[in-house]
């Protein structure tokens, strides 16, 4: 089992262009989250989709969308970036209980210049 | 909303010394409190969790210990080694998980 991949690793972009980054996870699971980590900031939730077929919003979705493509697949977008969307992009997988343990990929760095 | 605050930022020990690593939160709702570890360049990695009905709980050289009342959770790990260095999170959850800012370990050869 791969677990929880991402691509690409690193990614820089120019203001104002945009971007898709791609999650796939072979455990099964129902939900499926995006997270941003910024230095002393901790995770922070982007979006989530607790099954296939549904998102939801979490705490900084703005300048984001997301797809769930199907029970494997959950990409991020960002349609323009901006320099303030810099940081480190993570998607997690888990099963359908909210105290079932999330499974991390390796994460994204991303670069806005 | 929840909010996780997380102590210290960073910390740094002698090898075979124990680190602590304490969090509150603030949603007295919140049931679910998981710790991660992160090494370098990778994704973060659950080490433990403790659920709202228990007080502590231990695995090995780690343990978490809840207080429900004071609204705090902390990490104790025994027995340190070098590669116990890493970023450690703590997280709240009564759904979606809250996490802390983060500690930076440092075991000390």
């Known amino acids: 089992n791969a677990g929880v991949t991402q691509t690409p690793k690193f990614q820089v972009l120019k203001t104002g262009q945009s971007m898709t980054l791609q999650c796939a996870q072979d455990m099964n699971h129902n939900s499926m989250y995006w997270y941003r980590q910024d230095p002393g900031m901790g995770l922070r939730l982007i979006y989530y989709?607790?099954?296939?077929?549904?998102?939801d919003k979490g705490e900084v979705p703005n300048g984001y969308n997301v797809s769930r493509l199907n029970k494997r697949e959950f990409s991020l977008r960002l349609e323009s970036a901006a320099p303030s969307q810099t940081s480190v992009y993570f998607c997690a997988s888990s099963g359908l209980e909210s105290t079932d343990t999330q499974y991390f990929g390796p994460g994204t760095r991303l670069t806005v210049l | 909303g929840e909010n996780v605050e997380q102590h210290p930022s960073t910390l740094s020990v002698q090898e075979g010394d124990s680190a602590v690593i304490k969090c509150t939160y603030s949603?007295?709702?919140?049931?679910?409190f998981p710790w991660y570890k992160q090494e370098l360049g990778k994704g973060p990695q659950l080490i433990i969790d403790?659920?709202?009905?228990?007080g502590e709980k231990k695995d090995q050289r780690i343990a978490v210990t809840l207080n429900k009342t004071a609204k705090h959770f902390s990490l104790h790990i025994t027995e340190t080694q070098p590669e116990d260095s890493a970023v450690y999170f703590c997280?709240?959850?009564?759904?979606?998980?809250?996490f802390g800012q983060g500690t930076e370990l440092s075991v000390k050869p």
């Open positions: 949603d007295s709702a919140s049931n679910y």
């Open positions: 403790i659920r709202s009905n228990v």
């Open positions: 989709s607790a099954s296939e077929g549904t998102t």
């Open positions: 997280a709240a959850s009564r759904g979606k998980l809250i």
